[in-house]
Structure formats: structure tokens, C-alpha cells
């Protein structure tokens, strides 16, 4: 995907392969691109080296006396999470893209299936915004590496989910498929 691709409609079916509809930005071309499928080992295995990581560090506090550092360490961690959830999402969340080619009709009940799933993203970044920062006025007040580690975590989500929103998808939801 070297053009600029616009996700308009995302396929979330527990069943069958999930995909997601792409509009090329400037030929106005549609593509389907399936989600990648993980091997559930990975899953297990990245489960329980998480597990062991965050039972070590479960005790362990930052002794840090200046709130301006704590505000630092939170901020290098969030510059580190733009990276790391901008590279996870590109390389990680589809597979090769394909052009398809629909009707009219059904591009028109794919933009307004779209926008519900738009509301959705947008309102699970929200909650997951808004855990980030609770999480890290905690972190600030206890100064606990466990939140800093689900601080990093939320981090690393919001920016991979936010890679899903460029600007020209609120533009082409508002004029119904057209940029």
C-alpha cells in the first residue's frame, strides 16, 4: 500500500476472516485488504512473558522526587509509543490489499455501515484515551512501574487505532465517497 489509502469500512465477524474497504485517494479505487491472522501460540507465549514481566516489577516504584521528571518519563514514553504503534499497525494488521470492484449501491451501504464503525473506533480510542490519562495521574501519585507499563501499553494502542483515522476519512464520510 504505497498510495494513500482511506479505510472507510471495516468487517469485524468472529466467523470468517475479517477485512477492511480502502479508497485509493486519488483514483478513487477500492481495495480489500483481509487482517492478518496470528498463530494463537504467539498469543500464549506473549500472554505469560507478559505475566512474568509485570509479576517482577509488581513491587517496584520509581523514586523520583520532581513531578516535572515523572511528566518526562511519561512523555518519552508516549514518543516511543507513536513509533512502535505506527509500526505495529503498519506492519502487522493486513495482509496484501486487492482492488474489488462494487456497485454504486453497495459502496453507498458500505459508507453508511462505515460510519458506524467510525463511531465505534473513534469512541473506543476515546475510552482508552481517557484510561491513559487516569492511568497516568495515578502513575504521578504513586509512581508504580506498572502503570507506567499500562501507561505505554494504552499509548502504543491509541497511536496503531489512530493510524486508522487520516483526515480525508472524515472528508469522505461527509460527502458519501467522494474526496
Not at 113 to 125: A, D, F, Q
Not at 137 to 162: D, E, G, K, R, W
Amino acid at each position: 500500500m504505497n498510495v494513500k489509502m482511506i479505510p472507510f469500512y471495516t468487517e469485524y465477524k468472529n466467523t470468517s476472516q475479517n477485512y477492511t474497504l480502502f479508497i485509493e485517494h486519488k483514483s478513487n479505487r477500492i481495495y480489500k485488504a483481509f487482517h492478518r491472522k496470528v498463530n494463537k501460540l504467539i498469543y500464549v507465549i506473549a500472554f505469560a512473558f507478559v505475566l512474568a514481566v509485570l509479576r517482577g516489577i509488581q513491587s517496584l516504584h520509581l523514586p523520583v522526587k520532581r513531578p516535572l521528571l515523572l511528566l518526562a518519563f511519561i512523555l518519552f514514553g508516549f514518543v516511543i509509543s507513536v513509533f512502535i504503534g505506527m509500526y505495529s499497525y503498519k506492519k502487522f494488521t493486513y495482509e496484501k490489499s486487492r482492488e474489488v470492484f462494487i456497485t454504486k449501491s453497495a459502496l453507498d451501504s458500505y459508507m453508511i455501515k462505515g460510519e458506524r464503525v467510525l463511531k465505534t473506533e473513534l469512541w473506543t480510542v476515546s475510552i482508552i484515551a481517557f484510561s491513559s490519562i487516569i492511568l497516568s495521574l495515578l502513575f504521578l501519585i504513586t509512581q508504580s512501574l506498572i502503570l507506567y507499563v499500562f501507561i505505554i501499553a494504552c499509548f502504543i494502542l491509541i497511536n496503531a487505532l489512530i493510524c486508522r483515522f487520516p483526515k480525508e476519512r472524515f472528508k469522505l464520510n461527509k460527502g458519501r465517497g467522494e474526496l
